[in-house]
């Protein structure tokens, strides 16, 4: 049960993910979750080094997208400036992820998700089949509803560290 919780990675930042890795083990898509792994929670701003790094995910040949459940105009301008088409639907749902597979045009073992959400990002990736990469958020700022959330998953967090199944 625990296991649907569990990430296939776990990382401090983005910058640690080895994108030739994921490329080794059959990853073609990426999807990105956007409030504190790519931006600050409810900033426009995109730190420089997630930028280039963003960049990188692209010319090395993955397609990218971004999924997010914050409001339509916020995830549009985030789209726009960072030119990366967003899929539709609300995480944890299928619905969501199937957006973001049909967008990327890949299958649900080609693609990998990466968010600091275990309820939202990690939850709805696993159970839709895709790899799923946590990363710590970005800043502490965030909906009231996800620093409640944060409670319970520092608890899911530490159960699965105590079972040795979070993997760097
Ligand atoms: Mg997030």
């Not at 967008?103 to 089949?129: H, M, V, W, Y």
């Not at 800043?139 to 959330?149: D, P, Q």
């Amino acid at each position: 049960m625990i296991s649907r919780f569990c990430p296939n990675l776990y990382f401090e930042s983005l910058y640690q993910i080895d994108l030739s890795h994921l490329k080794s083990i059959g990853i073609r898509g990426i999807v990105f979750d956007i409030d504190n792994t790519v931006t600050m929670w409810g900033s426009d701003k995109v730190p420089q080094d997630t930028l280039k790094w963003l960049e990188d995910t692209k010319t090395q040949g993955f397609r990218v997208c971004l999924l997010s459940n914050n409001r339509k105009a916020r995830v549009d301008s985030i789209s726009c400036m960072l030119d990366i088409p967003s899929a539709k639907g609300f995480k944890p749902f299928g619905s969501a992820f199937r957006s973001a597979l049909s967008l990327l045009g890949t299958s649900p073992k080609e693609t990998a998700i990466i968010g600091d959400q275990i309820f939202t990002d990690i939850l709805g990736g696993n159970r839709a089949g895709l790899y799923t990469i946590l990363v710590q958020p970005l800043s502490t700022t965030e909906f009231f509803t996800t620093r409640l959330f944060r409670k319970l998953e520092r608890i899911v967090l530490h159960k699965l560290a105590c079972r040795g199944m979070l993997k760097p």
